[in-house]
């Protein structure tokens, strides 16, 4: 589990492509600190499992899927990346509940300067959006941000100086692909009523009742 505050930018330093997996190997130093082989480190908003660590580098291997399935598929070496450990009982929750399995992906179509802050336009898929709800919290490239305005067809984000500094985000250009991960909660309170609904237990959470209660 994450929070989607990243902790530093690192850097693909080697892409190694096999058949039905690939090996990153990604320059980093905070992240480092604490780390093991076997800890999950987010990349991007994709949670990886370090396979291979020495002082300024660590290694993790992607499966095929998981790179056609998100825009690590599109990076190459060079390329920039959010990253982030894994929480622990001491750190503090400050974005929200992040898990580090991508929904799916999006397409930035616009930046537009109000300010000291700068908007950022994201076209995505229905079945996404239907978990993306205005002042909602949602995951892109594994930073922790907070839904402006969202349409059928794109959402909008506002980006302040400091996350643009300290993450990838600003670096994209229009037509750019990002990882995606929508909140955790919508997906399970959708879960939970479509269960319910198929059930005749009358104890059991439903729409009906959630707005009996006042939700």
């Known amino acids: ?24 190997t990604v320059k980093a130093s905070k992240v480092l600190k604490d780390t093991v082989i076997g800890d999950s480190i987010m ?10 660590l020495d002082q300024d580098t660590f290694k993790a291997d992607v499966m095929s899927e998981t790179l056609n399935r ?34 799916g992906t999006g397409v930035i179509t616009r930046f537009r300067k109000d300010d000291n802050a700068v908007w950022v336009t ?3 898929d229905k079945a996404l959006l239907r978990y993306v709800i205005e002042k909602g919290s949602i995951a892109i490239d594994g930073i922790s941000l907070t839904v402006v305005t969202v349409s059928e067809t794109e959402f ?14 600003l670096k994209h ?36 009742l959630l707005k009996t209660n006042g939700y």
């Open 156 to 169: 909008q984000v506002s980006i302040i100086p400091h996350t643009g500094e300290e993450t990838t985000l």
């Open 70 to 103: 998100t825009a690590l598929g599109s990076l190459s070496k060079g390329s920039q990346l959010n990253l982030e450990r894994a929480l622990n009982l001491q750190t503090r929750l400050g974005g929200h509940m992040v898990s580090g399995h991508i929904d």
């Open 43 to 52: 990349t991007s908003g994709v949670c990886l499992t370090v396979t291979h």
């Open 173 to 208: 250009k229009i037509g750019d692909k990002v990882n995606l991960e929508c909140d955790l909660i919508g997906k399970y309170v959708e879960k939970l009523l479509g269960l319910s609904s198929q059930s005749d237990n009358k104890n059991e959470l439903t729409e009906a």
């Open 1 to 24: 589990m994450f929070t989607g505050i990243v902790e530093e930018i690192g850097e693909i330093k080697d892409i190694k492509r096999g058949s039905k997996s690939s090996e990153l």
């Open 122 to 124: 994201v076209e995505a």
